[in-house]
């Protein structure tokens, strides 16, 4: 009998890896190939950027309680965080959907409708993709592309001990904006007559469903004349981007839970659900804000970005990657990110 492993013995992760370990890149213009945000591709006065991201109803969206035009919204920006995350500014995007005939034209109007307003938001082009059908469930799959000068661009094996960790923006909310549409599709599927209560959580639900990328916070880095030495986007909850970061930067990292940022409303419906807001922060998922490093020489610099925050510093290696609570207790962080399969 042959031998089978199960991909659930390696997780997306591992899989990744497993895929590309054996990878050999000829040509001279591939600067990066597998392993970061973007691929890396130099075109000779600059480098280009190129990066992939796929959705599939009922394992990254359910139909039931998501908008279809920030559906496509979404499916744009995040490609486009991993553009930023490069440091860089996207250009174009090619669009591909797989769709099911349970979807009527009108709907596709609605999706294409949100990626174009993604599109005119962050000034790229829609100019490819391709259409075929799907037996079940709707999937998009998009491919963004983006430029850098190539001294500015930012990889994630570029931090070094002593550097500040940073983190854009607020992280937990899109998970526990998750969690109440998850909560209040229970509510209806046991009574349809019910109509959900979603006021007052729109600030959650617009981090679920609506999430931006962070242009603002490259563009006013730029502004202050400061160059993370790595950066990621935190697409899988800040625990797993901390774990990538340190992995391809070799060096270990300390975070004080108490930086961590989270927003007033975040942290109220955390405590709804009993569930502590720095968790959610680091397992939860889908914030899409950036997390990156500078040197200590840019603190005066990095102090006065008011979108950003200090959360840490990089350590050495054997030290391990690990969370600090107030009372001095250290607990090391663990990937939890992707459990699809
Ligand atoms: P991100 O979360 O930033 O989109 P991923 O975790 O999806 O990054 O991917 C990590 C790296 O692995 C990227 O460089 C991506 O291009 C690469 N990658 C992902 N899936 C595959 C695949 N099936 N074949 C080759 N490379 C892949
Ligand atoms: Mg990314």
Same mark, same amino acid.
């Given at each position: %009998?042959?031998?089978?492993?199960?991909?659930?013995?390696?997780?997306?992760?591992?899989?990744?890896?497993?895929?590309?370990?054996?990878?050999?890149?000829?040509?001279?213009?591939?600067?990066?190939?597998?392993?970061?945000?973007? /691929?890396?591709?130099?075109?000779?006065?600059?480098?280009?950027?190129? &990066?992939?991201?796929?959705?599939? @109803?009922?394992?990254?969206?359910?139909?039931? +309680?998501?908008?279809?035009?920030?559906?496509? +919204? =979404?499916?744009?920006?995040?490609?486009?965080?991993?553009?930023?995350?490069?440091?860089?500014?996207?250009?174009?995007?090619?669009? &591909?959907?797989?769709?099911? &005939?349970?979807?009527?034209?009108? !709907?596709?109007?609605?999706?294409?409708?949100?990626?174009?307003?993604?599109? @005119?938001?962050?000034?790229?082009? $829609?100019?490819?993709?391709?259409?075929?059908?799907?037996?079940?469930?709707?999937?998009?799959?998009?491919?963004?592309?983006? &430029?850098?000068?190539?001294?500015?661009?930012?990889?994630?094996?570029? /931090?070094? #001990?002593?550097?500040?960790?940073?983190?854009?923006?607020?992280?937990?909310? /899109? +998970?526990?904006?998750?969690?109440?549409?998850?909560?209040?599709?229970?509510?209806?599927?046991?009574?349809?007559?019910?109509?959900?209560?979603?006021?007052? *959580?729109?600030?959650?639900?617009?981090?679920?469903?609506?999430?931006?990328?962070?242009?603002?916070?490259?563009?006013? $880095? =730029?502004?202050?004349?400061?160059?993370?030495?790595? %950066?990621?986007?935190?697409?899988?909850?800040?625990?797993? #981007?901390?774990?990538?970061?340190?992995?391809?930067?070799?060096?270990?990292?300390?975070?004080?839970?108490?930086?961590?940022?989270?927003?007033?409303?975040?942290?109220?419906?955390?405590?709804? *659900?009993?569930?502590?807001?720095?968790?959610?922060?680091?397992?939860?998922?889908?914030? +899409?804000?950036?997390? *990156?490093?500078?040197?200590?020489?840019? *603190?005066?610099?990095?102090?006065?970005?008011?979108?950003?925050?200090?959360?840490?510093?990089?350590?050495?290696?054997?030290?391990?990657? !690990?969370?600090?609570?107030?009372?001095?207790?250290?607990?090391?962080? =663990?990937?939890?990110?992707?459990?699809?399969?």
């Amino acid at each position: %009998m042959s031998d089978r492993t199960e991909l659930s013995q390696l997780g997306e992760f591992g899989l990744i890896e497993h895929l590309t370990k054996d990878l050999k890149t000829t040509q001279a213009s591939t600067i990066k190939g597998v392993g970061d945000d973007a /691929a890396v591709i130099d075109r000779g006065d600059h480098y280009e950027l190129i &990066s992939t991201d796929m959705l599939v @109803e009922g394992v990254h969206f359910d139909m039931s +309680y998501t908008p279809i035009k920030h559906l496509g +919204y =979404k499916a744009v920006s995040v490609n486009l965080s991993d553009i930023y995350a490069m440091n860089g500014t996207p250009t174009q995007i090619t669009v &591909s959907i797989a769709v099911s &005939s349970r979807f009527p034209i009108e !709907a596709m109007d609605e999706l294409y409708s949100g990626i174009s307003e993604a599109c @005119e938001r962050y000034d790229v082009d $829609l100019v490819g993709g391709d259409t075929t059908s799907s037996l079940t469930g709707l999937i998009i799959s998009i491919t963004a592309i983006g &430029s850098v000068a190539k001294e500015d661009v930012t990889y994630r094996s570029g /931090a070094q #001990e002593h550097d500040l960790v940073c983190v854009s923006g607020d992280l937990g909310g /899109a +998970y526990i904006g998750l969690q109440i549409l998850e909560r209040e599709k229970e509510v209806w599927k046991e009574n349809p007559n019910v109509q959900p209560d979603l006021e007052g *959580f729109d600030y959650v639900l617009e981090r679920i469903l609506k999430p931006e990328p962070r242009a603002d916070v490259i563009a006013v $880095l =730029k502004e202050q004349g400061i160059k993370p030495t790595s %950066m990621i986007d935190i697409s899988d909850g800040l625990g797993s #981007e901390l774990l990538h970061l340190c992995k391809q930067s070799d060096c270990g990292v300390r975070i004080y839970e108490e930086k961590i940022p989270i927003d007033a409303s975040t942290a109220a419906q955390c405590q709804e *659900f009993g569930l502590e807001p720095s968790v959610c922060a680091l397992n939860g998922g889908e914030d +899409y804000e950036l997390l *990156f490093t500078v040197r200590q020489s840019d *603190f005066e610099k990095i102090s006065k970005v008011k979108e950003v925050v200090i959360v840490g510093h990089i350590s050495d290696k054997a030290s391990g990657a !690990a969370t600090v609570y107030p009372q001095g207790e250290e607990i090391q962080i =663990k990937a939890q990110g992707w459990k699809s399969f």
